[in-house]
């Protein structure tokens, strides 16, 4: 059984910084992709940043340049670093993990709030 642990959200002041980490347990059938997404208050879930199995990160346009995903050598744990968060990076943030079937594995969410 797959199981992902967020950890690292918290409450931070506007233009502070947070880590967020994912650890996964149990086996994935080809890591195709390992990534967050966030889903504030009243909004859809998004897309925050994800890192494929060669390495290549992507990131939605709204956190570009401030945020950074990465993971251990391992593949075991992915992380986000986000930089200058703003008021509206508040939401909860969801880690996830796809594998080769294009099955998606999902963490329980860590809250993020970014204060004035």
């Known amino acids: 059984q797959v199981q992902l642990v967020e950890s690292g959200g918290g409450l931070v002041q506007a233009g502070g910084s947070l880590r967020l980490s994912c650890t996964t347990s149990g086996s994935i059938t080809g890591l195709r992709a390992m990534g967050w997404h966030r889903q504030a208050p009243g909004k859809q879930r998004e897309v925050v940043a994800f890192?494929?199995?060669?390495?290549?990160?992507n990131y939605a346009d709204s956190v570009k340049a401030r945020f950074t995903i990465s993971r251990d050598p391992a593949k075991t744990t992915v992380y986000l670093q986000m930089n200058t968060l703003k008021l509206e990076d508040t939401a909860v943030y969801y880690c996830?993990?796809?594998?080769?079937?294009?099955?998606?594995?999902w963490g329980q969410g860590t809250q993020v709030t970014v204060s004035s």
């Open positions: 996830y993990v796809l594998d080769a079937l294009g099955r998606a594995y």
């Open positions: 890192i494929t199995s060669g390495s290549t990160a």
